[in-house]
């Protein structure tokens, strides 16, 4: 006897076998029942997702001799007739091949006949949407006016070619693409009739890799299984046939990113290549783990949105921590456009390389958001205390004139002058070092308001557990000087440092220099070894 793919096999024989389309198997099995049953129905949604098989049942349903709370029995002659397609009352048509006026003419000539069993003619036209202008044209009138035993189903996987008169003639039902853990499900139920030892894993990868239709999944299931018969199918194996990567790759590769290392990026890509993978596949998969990644570091309460395991999980918090919003999105926009370019390219490794080569170097190409990028850089160094080349940030600020960023500020030069030195209490001092030394990295983590509006501004010592913030621009100024913002500083501040501190805020008086030294009572006492006494005001 010859095999039977499994999605053949198990396709559904009544709707209660019908996966991930419940809300259009209920409606129709209430018309069913009530008898309110339509004569022309649409059933649109992307492939695999169920469109022929619900068509099949529903044409068994209303011809069936003894339906059960609408659904059809498959023990009556019409059911079995229609089930090995020897039933004249049940017609499928390929508009894909059949698509002419002609074709639509003989259904017109045909319908004119009333069933010789049975309750109803169903005719089902698959891929309606490719049909002529001329057999739509020809098809109108036979679907505004069928007679009472003609029923009509059309599924397409485009409907935005349907014509308009046609929509208006037809129910429609839209088909959901199904989700993975219903996919999965439905595989270890079939993976256990079928006796296929197969890991969970592997079973979800599968669901995965099958975005949302159930036939895919089956056929990707039976693959698998041929490649590694009689032997349990774990994760490992399903990525060897299916040509795929682990996320684990895909954490080493952004790792090597992130700390600009191409020739790590190369060495990955090299071995991806040596192993088979499907390079199309994995520009995909990686596009998807950035997503990941993005929705976890924006998203609150982010980890039910993925699906993933706790360690998988871990792994992005670590790397979630080591890049920037603003940098992901830069990183999915690059491999974006590398997906649609890969599709027809001969030559997808070299597209790839050129890709990791614009993520690890972003001086190489000069659009906005890759300049952002390594001005974040340049500010991550300099908060560390590392000295950065006044020539690249010169070249960087013409390059964010010419896209359009505004023009290059130069700074405003001042004669030197020598700064001057104030004595404060220690405790005061302690407070103002404690945030100074720190001010460039609380601005980054706070983000939003306070990141761009509290650049350039200089923290001054206000009194006991009171620091203020002082601004040389007007318009970051009337931002700053917010209760909510400074609140939020002052939260953050406690949070973090555990200490109570105050902030207040003011603007840079016209000709203040704010290169004062602070320095300690006891500091200058030593420094001029004498006693000093501190008037009160």
Known sequence: ?????????????????????????????????????????????????????????????????????????????????????????????????????????????QVQYPPTEGAYRVYIIDEVHMLSTGAFNALLKTLEEPPSYVIFILATTEVHKIPVTVLSRCQRYDFRRITIDTIAARLRELADAENIQVEEKALRYVAKAADGSMRDALSLLDQCVAFHYGTLLTYDNVLEVLGAVDSGVFSELLRAVIAKDTTACMKKLEEMVIQGRELGQFVTDFIWYLRNLLVLKTADDAENMLDMSEDNLKLLREEAEMISGETLMRFIRIFSELSNQIRYASQKRVLIELALIKLTKP??????????????????????????????????????GQQGAGTPVSADAEPAQPPQQVSIPKAQLEDLNLIRQDW??????????????????????????????????????????????????????????GKTMYFKARMRNAGERLNTIYVSDEELKNAVHMDITIEDE
């Open 363 to 400: 001086q190489m190409e000069p659009n906005l958001d890759s300049i952002l990028q390594r001005l974040e850089e340049l500010e991550d160094r300099m908060d560390e205390g590392v000295p950065v080349n006044s020539q690249m940030m010169q070249q960087m600020a013409a390059q964010m």
């Open 1 to 109: 006897m010859s095999y039977t793919a499994l999605y053949r096999k198990w396709r559904p024989a009544q709707f209660d076998d019908v996966k991930g389309q419940d809300h259009i198997v209920q409606t129709l099995k209430n018309q069913i029942t009530s008898g309110r049953i339509g004569h022309a129905y649409l059933f649109c949604g992307t492939r695999g997702t169920g469109k022929t098989t619900i068509a099949k049942i529903f044409a068994k349903a209303v011809n069936c001799e003894h339906p059960v709370d609408g659904s059809p029995c498959n023990e009556c002659a019409a059911c079995k007739a229609i089930a090995s397609g020897s039933s004249m009352n049940v017609v499928e048509i390929d508009a894909a091949s059949n698509n002419g006026v002609e074709n639509i003419r003989e259904i017109r000539e």
């Open 440 to 497: 460039g990295k609380i601005i980054r983590e706070l983000g939003g308001a306070i990141r761009p509006s509290f650049r350039d501004t200089v923290l001054e010592p206000s009194g006991d557990s009171c620091l203020c913030i002082v601004f040389s621009n007007g318009d970051n100024y009337a931002i700053g000087s917010r209760p909510t913002v400074l609140g939020a500083l002052e939260k953050y501040v406690e949070e973090q440092y």
